[in-house]
């Protein structure tokens, strides 16, 4: 503002007829408590006190109504007490040319400010131009003036500010702001304007980021005061603070002395950075129009020669938009995409230590996959080594089941020669009959077919007979399926009665259904009967006939089938019993004592078990072949294979 002091009169006199006319005759100016609700660092300003009326008759009465408390908050970059002392004649030219309202003045840091912004707990604010671009895209304030000038530039006439880098003045190395690089920075912190952001924008044009490019960002918090005592205590290399804060305290220009200082005509303070224009005074979305209209006129009565500070019209911004866009923070934060490369710069550390993460995790899962190859080699011979014993052990066992069979029917070799002549020699008979009605002439039609007939017969049981016998001695792979077990007793009963000349009595009793079966080998299960069958005549064979007489009986509950073969000899010792399926234990002359010890195999190989017991009647023993009852997926089709 460049009008003539008349002109300032003239407005003030006209702020002071409106506040004739809204009827207030003495001006009162009071502080106005912070309640605990407003944010961090908020202080009341100036203490209570009040003013005789400038110009204005002495007999106007003063207000009806209380006045209007109006809450001002200010970015309090400096102490409280110095704060408070710098924006006095501001606070006293308000209460002075507006006596109805009741103005105080709040101080508050960064963060403190947005949220009474936020909160509403305040009417307007001051702050740098930085935060006030800011705040205007986030909560839609709107600034109403511009500082002219006054304490922010140290007293002189200029519109504008930036940021000085200061460094102890026995720092000769440290003369442009590359020389910045590996230092330690101390600022305010990253959301202050002339506290960091415009000097990280100059260091941008440069090619430079302070937060990346410094080997360490020491951030202090308001007051900037403490960006000064970090460089004089050597915590830091170089601070960040705002113009004219060095010039405005001569004992610390003795000390500090500016980094890269700039040429900049008119300006009277020494600047490592361009400038940007001063701070607004803005009003928030909910302050009244009235009240904004009457403070802008009251700001624009305000002169630097009678209240040290003088205000203009709104200030053009566009400089601290285009600095936000470069930096792409604030408003133009969406703008920031993270490239690989932008992100290797600003993270290296973390990339680096990412990198050796992932380079260990390769070797470590190489070692792994090493050691698991070598393991599952090893593994895998083992399971082959297991298999191979396995099979040898399978082969072994089918050989032993074969000798076993082989055992029995060469100790049932002579009755098997005498039940096979029986036919042959009925054969023979008819044969020669034949012959000799042949020679006397008498031979014929009916004869003959009775001879044939007959011959016939007797051929078909030699062949049954030597059909079980090659069946029963034949070596094979186990075969399971489901069978009857009632079928699987006859046909064992039919095997060891076919076997001999005088077969002894064997009474088999049945108590299952047909329709009950059993997963099993038939040939195997038909092995144990007839190995039980012949232990029972052998310890019979020699007794009177009444106690010769075996008992075969099948029966058994919900999960098991029983088959058990009962003989009436004389009772055994239980020594003996406990030692009758240890291999090689026998009580045979000719016996090899491998018999049980292969039904008993056999047994659990099918999931069931042999046992044997004292008789009933406490004479011979019973012999309890038990097996797990077979139940079909289908209930309604059963398989049935036939023990051939």
Same mark, same amino acid.
């Given at each position: 503002?460049?009008?003539?002091?008349?002109?300032?009169?003239?407005?003030?006199?006209?702020?002071?007829?409106?506040?004739? $006319?809204?009827?207030?005759?003495?001006?009162?100016?009071?502080?106005?408590?912070?309640?605990?609700?407003?944010?961090?660092?908020?202080?009341?300003?100036?203490?209570?006190?009040?003013?005789?009326?400038?110009?204005? *008759?002495?007999?106007?009465?003063?207000?009806?109504?209380?006045?209007?408390?109006?809450?001002?908050?200010?970015?309090?970059?400096?102490?409280?007490?110095?704060?408070?002392?710098?924006?006095?004649?501001?606070?006293?030219?308000?209460?002075?040319?507006?006596?109805?309202?009741?103005?105080?003045?709040?101080?508050?840091? !960064?963060?403190?400010?947005?949220?009474?912004?936020?909160?509403?707990?305040?009417?307007?604010?001051?702050?740098?131009?930085?935060?006030?671009?800011?705040?205007?895209?986030?909560?839609?304030?709107?600034?109403?003036?511009?500082?002219?000038?006054?304490?922010?530039?140290?007293?002189?006439?200029?519109?504008?500010?930036?940021?000085?880098?200061?460094?102890?003045?026995?720092?000769?190395? $440290?003369?442009?702001?590359?020389? $910045?690089?590996?230092?330690?920075?101390?600022?305010?912190?990253?959301?202050?304007?002339?506290?960091? +952001?415009?000097?990280?924008?100059?260091?941008?044009?440069?090619?430079?980021?302070?937060?990346?490019?410094?080997?360490?960002?020491?951030?202090?918090?308001?007051?900037?005061?403490?960006?000064?005592?970090?460089?004089?205590?050597?915590?830091?290399?170089?601070?960040?603070?705002?113009?004219?804060?060095?010039?405005?305290?001569?004992?610390?220009?003795?000390?500090?002395?500016?980094?890269?200082?700039?040429?900049?005509?008119?300006?009277?303070?020494?600047?490592?950075?361009?400038?940007?224009?001063?701070?607004?005074?803005?009003?928030?979305?909910?302050?009244?129009?009235?009240?904004?209209?009457?403070?802008?006129?009251?700001?624009?009565?305000?002169?630097?020669?009678?209240?040290?500070?003088?205000?203009?019209?709104?200030?053009?911004?566009?400089?601290?938009?285009?600095?936000?866009?470069?930096?792409?923070?604030?408003?133009?934060?969406?703008?920031?995409? *993270?490239?690989?490369?932008?992100?290797?710069?600003?993270?290296?550390?973390?990339?680096?230590?990412?990198?050796?993460?992932?380079?260990?995790?390769?070797?470590?899962?190489?070692?792994?996959?090493? +050691?698991?190859?070598?393991?599952?080699?090893?593994?895998?011979?083992?399971?082959?080594?297991?298999?191979?014993?396995?099979?040898?052990?399978?082969?072994?066992?089918?050989?032993?089941? !074969?000798?076993?069979?082989?055992?029995?029917?060469?100790?049932?070799?002579?009755?098997?020669?005498?039940?096979?002549?029986?036919?042959?020699?009925?054969?023979?008979?008819?044969?020669?009959?034949?012959?000799?009605?042949?020679?006397? +002439?008498?031979?014929?039609?009916?004869?003959?077919?009775?001879?044939?007939?007959?011959?016939?017969?007797?051929?078909?049981?030699?062949?049954?007979?030597?059909?079980?016998?090659?069946?029963?001695?034949?070596?094979?792979?186990?075969?399971?399926?489901?069978?009857?077990?009632?079928?699987?007793?006859?046909?064992?009963?039919?095997?060891?009665?076919?076997?001999?000349?005088?077969?002894?009595?064997?009474?088999?009793?049945?108590?299952?259904?047909?329709?009950?079966?059993?997963?099993?080998?038939?040939?195997?299960?038909?092995?144990?009967?007839?190995?039980?069958?012949?232990?029972?005549?052998?310890?019979?064979?020699?007794?009177?006939?009444?106690?010769?007489?075996?008992?075969?009986?099948?029966?058994?509950?919900?999960?098991?089938?029983?088959?058990?073969?009962?003989?009436?000899?004389?009772?055994?010792?239980?020594?003996?019993?406990?030692?009758?399926?240890?291999?090689?234990?026998?009580?045979? *002359?000719?016996?090899?004592?491998?018999?049980?010890?292969?039904?008993?195999?056999?047994?659990?190989?099918?999931?069931?078990?042999?046992?044997?017991?004292?008789?009933?009647?406490?004479?011979?023993?019973?012999?309890?072949?038990?097996?797990?009852?077979?139940?079909?997926?289908? *209930?309604?089709?059963?398989?049935?294979?036939?023990?051939?």
């Amino acid at each position: 503002m460049t009008s003539g002091a008349g002109l300032w009169k003239r407005l003030r006199a006209g702020a002071c007829a409106l506040a004739c $006319l809204l009827g207030v005759g003495t001006l009162a100016m009071a502080a106005e408590p912070v309640g605990s609700g407003t944010p961090e660092r908020a202080r009341a300003a100036v203490p209570a006190h009040s003013h005789a009326s400038i110009g204005l *008759p002495a007999a106007v009465p003063q207000a009806a109504t209380p006045a209007q408390n109006v809450r001002i908050g200010v970015l309090a970059f400096m102490r409280d007490e110095s704060m408070a002392m710098d924006w006095r004649p501001l606070l006293q030219h308000l209460q002075d040319t507006l006596p109805a309202y009741r103005f105080s003045l709040q101080y508050f840091d !960064h963060n403190g400010l947005n949220q009474a912004v936020e909160s509403g707990s305040i009417d307007f604010l001051i702050t740098n131009p930085g935060q006030y671009v800011e705040l205007e895209s986030r909560y839609g304030i709107t600034r109403l003036l511009t500082l002219d000038s006054g304490m922010q530039e140290g007293g002189a006439s200029g519109a504008a500010f930036g940021s000085t880098v200061i460094a102890l003045r026995s720092r000769a190395d $440290l003369q442009q702001l590359q020389d $910045l690089r590996n230092q330690r920075l101390a600022v305010v912190g990253q959301e202050a304007f002339a506290g960091y +952001q415009i000097l990280w924008g100059e260091m941008a044009r440069i090619g430079m980021d302070p937060a990346v490019d410094s080997s360490r960002l020491i951030r202090t918090g308001l007051p900037m005061e403490q960006v000064v005592q970090a460089v004089l205590d050597g915590k830091a290399d170089a601070g960040v603070i705002r113009t004219c804060l060095l010039e405005s305290h001569p004992q610390w220009q003795q000390q500090l002395r500016v980094v890269a200082p700039m040429l900049l005509p008119g300006f009277p303070c020494a600047s490592s950075t361009r400038l940007y224009p001063n701070w607004p005074v803005a009003s928030l979305r909910g302050t009244s129009p009235e009240l904004a209209k009457l403070l802008t006129a009251s700001l624009l009565g305000m002169s630097v020669a009678q209240d040290r500070m003088s205000w203009s019209v709104p200030a053009d911004y566009q400089s601290v938009h285009e600095l936000f866009r470069t930096l792409q923070i604030s408003p133009y934060a969406y703008l920031r995409e *993270p490239t690989l490369m932008v992100l290797a710069q600003r993270y290296w550390p973390w990339v680096a230590g990412l990198a050796l993460l992932i380079v260990l995790w390769i070797v470590y899962t190489v070692h792994v996959e090493h +050691q698991v190859r070598a393991r599952t080699a090893a593994l895998q011979q083992a399971l082959d080594m297991r298999d191979a014993l396995e099979e040898k052990a399978r082969e072994a066992k089918e050989q032993a089941d !074969h000798m076993a069979r082989l055992s029995v029917l060469g100790e049932l070799s002579s009755t098997l020669a005498h039940e096979l002549n029986q036919p042959l020699a009925a054969i023979g008979n008819y044969a020669r009959s034949l012959l000799r009605r042949a020679d006397q +002439q008498r031979l014929t039609d009916d004869a003959v077919r009775t001879a044939a007939g007959e011959m016939a017969t007797q051929a078909d049981r030699a062949a049954d007979i030597v059909t079980r016998i090659r069946s029963f001695s034949r070596k094979r792979s186990a075969q399971s399926g489901p069978v009857s077990p009632v079928r699987l007793a006859q046909d064992a009963v039919a095997l060891f009665r076919g076997m001999m000349v005088h077969p002894p009595t064997v009474l088999v009793d049945s108590r299952l259904p047909d329709e009950v079966l059993v997963d099993a080998d038939a040939l195997q299960i038909q092995q144990v009967l007839l190995n039980l069958l012949k232990n029972g005549w052998d310890a019979t064979r020699e007794l009177e006939s009444g106690h010769q007489t075996l008992q075969l009986s099948v029966d058994g509950d919900a999960q098991n089938v029983r088959l058990s073969v009962q003989d009436d000899g004389e009772p055994v010792s239980a020594a003996a019993l406990e030692s009758l399926f240890q291999p090689f234990y026998t009580t045979k *002359p000719d016996g090899l004592g491998l018999g049980l010890a292969i039904c008993r195999t056999i047994a659990e190989a099918h999931g069931g078990r042999l046992d044997a017991r004292a008789g009933d009647a406490g004479r011979g023993l019973k012999f309890t072949l038990s097996l797990p009852r077979y139940t079909p997926p289908n *209930p309604e089709a059963v398989p049935h294979h036939d023990p051939a």
